[in-house]
């Protein structure tokens, strides 16, 4: 099973990709305070959505590991684990350990 660190660097790296795909200058430097979605953050809804995607392919392939992002415990969540990498670093950690 990945540490936590682990989990971090592979949503950074993530994030990054999609950052240059979208070309969204605004995540040039990324930590886990980094915003993602929610108000003033600069994913937008297709852009999560390719997000999620783009994680639970890696997460499968670099972990071994099958998990859903987009499932009814994150669309119920109070806060979103969408909203900063730190938050779906552990939404991941969580679906991981499950």
Known sequence: MPNRAQIEALV???VQ????DFEIKVLGTLDANTCLYGADAPLDSMALV???ADIEDAVSEQFDASI???????M???N???????SLTE???DRIEA
């Open 68 to 74: 859903t992002l987009a499932d009814e415990k994150a």
């Open 80 to 86: 979103s684990p969408f909203r900063s990498i730190d």
């Open 91 to 93: 939404a991941i950690a």
């Open 50 to 52: 390719n997000l999620i």
């Open 17 to 20: 990709l999609l950052a240059e």
């Open 12 to 14: 950074i790296e993530s």
């Open 76 to 78: 119920s969540a109070k």
